[in-house]
């Protein structure tokens, strides 16, 4: 055999070799982080933040309803002043 032909046959392996190894080392690193246990938080925790969310989907709720309130306010005027305007006529 040619050296030439050689030498490209032995880096051809050396390099799928060194693939396959990165590969692999990436693949065992990749599945003990996603199948590594995730902590459980306490049940004491959970309901703290349960109330919480509750807490705030009622301040939620209530902002909703003072903004429904400014804008029926805000509407009124505009149309109050709008009728003003009709009123006095054309200047």
């Known amino acids: ?5 050689v030498a490209i046959a032995v880096s051809i392996v050396t390099v799928v070799a060194g693939g ?5 080392v990436t693949a065992v690193a990749l599945l003990k982080k996603w199948t590594r246990p995730r902590p459980e938080l306490p049940a004491t925790d959970v309901t703290r933040l349960s ?17 429904d309130l400014a804008e029926r306010v805000l509407a009124s005027q505009r149309d109050g002043s709008r009728l003003e305007e009709g009123r006095r006529g054309p200047t």
């Not at 055999?1 to 032909?5: C, G, L």
């Not at 396959?20 to 692999?24: A, S």
């Not at 919480?52 to 301040?59: F, N, P, R």
């Open 20 to 24: 396959m190894t990165i590969l692999g």
């Open 51 to 67: 109330d919480a969310v509750e807490q705030l989907a009622g301040e939620v709720s209530e902002l909703h309803e003072r903004l």
């Open 1 to 5: 055999m040619d050296p030439v032909d």
